[in-house]
């Protein structure tokens, strides 16, 4: 699939005594519509209905957003609070057709991929988990600044080797069709 894209947000200032952390989900679906004929190619009816860049069939953004808040006396600043949003949107073909055999056929082609689909969910999801840990688990700083440059560069840094595994996962899949996201006509 196409480039991940990420967005990361400024800390918020403020001050806890227990280092907290959280990861918030949001999940969300949309569809576009592909109308078939008997005897069309399925195959060709979803590629010309998607909205997709390159003509894809399927599509998964993501996002990772965190926030963070932190204590400092007269020596050092540190992380005590940190929330990640991830979120992510995959778009989807709906087919409608009076074709039962085009309908079969779209359904196995839907499960598998919406199975594809779903791993590159699991890979943002692992990114905002990988931030959450990372920033909270960060090293005390001279100095709140010094802290929260080291806290974005290390959220930055995580969500590329995120949008690296996605477009790792689309070779070794070929983009789902080695997991079956594929439609025989």
């Known amino acids: ?13 403020g001050s806890a005594t227990l280092a907290l952390a959280e990861v918030n989900e949001e999940l969300d679906e949309t569809y576009y519509e592909v109308e078939h004929e008997e005897g069309d190619s399925l195959s060709e009816a979803i590629t010309a ?13 993501w996002h990772v957003k965190w926030r963070y808040t932190w204590s400092y006396d007269s020596e ?16 989807l ?10 309908e079969r056929r779209f ?12 791993g590159h969910v699991d890979n ?5 988990e990988e931030v959450e840990e990372g920033i909270l ?6 100095n709140c ?8 560069a290390l959220g930055l840094m995580i969500v590329k080797r995120g949008n690296r595994r996605d477009k790792e996962y689309d070779r070794a899949t070929d983009h789902g069709r080695t997991q079956g996201a594929r439609v025989n006509d």
């Open 76 to 91: 050092s600043c540190w992380i005590t609070d940190v929330t990640v949003d991830f979120s992510a949107t995959l778009t």
């Open 124 to 128: 943002g999801r692992q990114a905002a």
């Open 93 to 102: 073909p709906e087919l409608y057709t009076d074709d039962p055999r085009a």
């Open 49 to 61: 209905a998607s909205p997709i860049e390159g003509g894809y069939h399927g599509y998964t953004e």
């Open 1 to 13: 699939m196409r480039f991940r894209l990420i967005l990361a947000a400024l800390p918020l200032l």
């Open 107 to 118: 359904d196995r082609y839907m499960t598998a991929l919406r199975e594809h689909e779903e």
């Open 137 to 142: 688990n960060m090293d005390a700083r001279p």
């Open 145 to 152: 600044k010094a802290l929260e440059r080291d806290a974005n």
